[in-house]
């Protein structure tokens, strides 16, 4: 009798067990591997493939970790050239493409202007640098301390070039990018009032941005690591 007794008992803390089970993933959800992420702008579009003008360089060949292999050598306090110090990074990166990443930078310069101007930042965070985003989320306070609402739009980027390249310490890619485009910007006080920009001009801006990425990482994303001011 006692031992019917017990294994009743554990049959219902059983079925009690399974409910709970049930309802806690009915509440919860369950992780299928197709939630949505937030889209990486450096990353090439699917089907895009790896792009042909892309060569793997082999390592053995190289004579020395800063001189690209087939190029010149360099006196050691003579600066690569642009092109040498991008194959410097696609030599550590295969998978680098000069043009991918100009259309990610676009993109991150799009996403991280509209961001800044609503004060979102949330989508600022995995962009930015701590240092730079540090100063951008200063800005923001400051702005919505003195009750002001910022309106930038961006038109187009007419024009997006690499400048600078640099691999750092073979493992860290910094990559400076000239943006020229068109915004409309406008400021607005507390009360809506119009203090400076027009809704239906459109300005000229130049940017000079660096980005960074650890080429050893599994991830693909740069942050903004520097907005430089333009001379």
């Keep these: ?73 360099v006196a050691a306090d003579e600066p690569l050239s642009l092109a040498a110090s991008i194959d410097q990074i696609r030599a550590a990166d295969p998978n680098f493409d000069e043009k991918h990443f100009l259309e990610g930078a676009k993109a991150a310069f799009g996403m991280i202007v509209d961001a800044f101007a609503r004060g979102d930042t949330a989508t600022l965070r995995p962009l930015l640098a701590d240092d730079v985003y540090d100063g951008f989320a200063r800005v923001i306070r400051d702005r919505q301390a003195a009750g002001e609402q910022h309106e930038t739009r961006i038109e187009q980027v007419r024009e997006a070039e690499v400048v600078e390249a640099k ?10 990018v000239r943006l020229v485009s068109d915004q409309v910007n406008v400021v607005r006080d507390r009360d809506g009032t119009i203090v400076d920009g027009d809704p239906k001009a459109l300005v000229e801006n130049t940017d000079v941005w660096t980005f960074a990425r650890n080429l050893r990482s599994r991830d693909p994303n740069w942050a903004l690591v520097e907005v430089r001011p333009v001379q």
Excluded: C, H, W
């Design 167 to 176: 691999l750092d310490a073979g493992r860290t890619a910094l990559v400076t």
């Design 1 to 73: 009798m006692g031992d019917g007794f017990v294994f009743i008992e554990i049959v219902i803390f059983a079925m009690i067990a399974a409910f709970l089970v049930y309802r806690l993933r009915s509440v919860l959800g369950r992780r299928t591997g197709e939630e949505r992420q937030r889209p990486n702008p450096f990353t090439p579009a699917p089907g895009a493939g790896k792009p042909d003008n892309v060569v793997t360089l082999p390592e053995r060949n190289r004579t020395r970790p800063d001189v690209a292999p087939g190029a010149e050598p």
